[in-house]
Structure formats: C-alpha cells, structure tokens
C-alpha cells in the first residue's frame, strides 16, 4: 500500500503544479491586459474567458489534496485532534470519511457536468469559441484526486501518519 501513497503524492503535486501555472497565468493575463490597455489602448480579448472559464478552476480545484496533505487547509474543530480509545478512532475515520462522501458527490456531479459538455458540444462563444467540456473537467479531477487521499488516509494510513 506504500505504493499506493507514493502514485498518490505524485498525482498530487502534478496536479499542484498545474494549479500554481493556472494562478501564474491569471496574473500574467490580468497584468498584460493593464498594461496593454494602459500604454496601447489594446486590451487582451482573452483574458477574461480564458481567466473564468479555465485558469480560476484549475486554480481552485488542483491543488485541493495536495493542501490537505500539508495541512495547509482551513477546519473548524469541534473536538480535539486526537482522542483516546475507540470513540477517538471513530472520531478521526469520520473527520475524513465525511468530507470524502461530500467531495465524492461534488465529483460525481461534476463530473457528469462535464461528461454532457463533451457529449453535447457545449462551447462558450467569445473572442475564441472555448469548449466547455475541458472548462469543466478541472473540477471532478481536482474533487476526485481529494477523495482519493482522504479514503486513503481514513482506511490505509490512518489519520497519524500523513504521506
């Protein structure tokens, strides 16, 4: 199962890359367009369509398991960390089972959002006809990979050890 963790992590920091490439190319379009309309009265038409529909996403979602690996992320505690015996256990599988089943549900539906796009052809008509479908699949992938290191987590690992 170390195997496991280790395909894991790797898929999570890929994916960590890529998100950090979507927030550099937001504000690398957001900056050329200033500076464009600013010093030649050109804006850059893509920046807005490809920013909302493709970078913000991807910026959002890819790097969601990699942050909680690193306990980077944001929780409201209602008991504390570790508790002793079974119930303490319990407590901890369920810190991360639940929020599995939710991102799980976000993944499935999202997923089937971005299954119709693809299937329908779905495109947004702007400066640049962008398709839909691959707009959408940062969602399930970024949602999906989280669900991954929390079931891994909560029945491989344990809430102790972290990757």
Not at 36 to 47: A, D, T, Y
Not at 131 to 141: D, H, M
Request: charged share 15%; net charge neutral; hydrophobic share 55%.
């Amino acid at each position: 199962m170390k195997t496991l963790g280790k395909l894991l992590t790797k898929l999570e920091d890929t994916l960590h890359i890529g998100g950090c490439l979507g927030l550099v190319g937001v504000a690398a379009l957001i900056n050329a367009d200033i500076l464009l309309r600013l010093f030649f009265n050109r804006p850059v038409q893509i920046q807005f369509e490809l920013t909302e529909l493709y970078l913000m996403p991807a910026l959002a979602t890819l790097s969601l398991s990699r942050v909680f690996r690193d306990g980077g992320h944001l929780a409201l505690e209602i008991t504390p960390e570790h508790l002793p015996g079974l119930l303490g256990l319990l407590i901890a599988k369920l810190r991360l089972l639940l929020p599995a089943v939710f991102f799980a549900a976000v993944t499935w539906m999202s997923g089937k959002f971005a299954l119709h796009a693809f299937i329908r052809g779905d495109v947004e008509y702007g400066a640049v006809d962008w398709p839909l479908g691959w707009a959408y699949t940062v969602i399930p992938l970024g949602c999906g990979v989280l669900v991954l290191r929390l079931l891994h987590d909560a029945l491989l690992q344990g809430d102790a050890e972290k990757t």
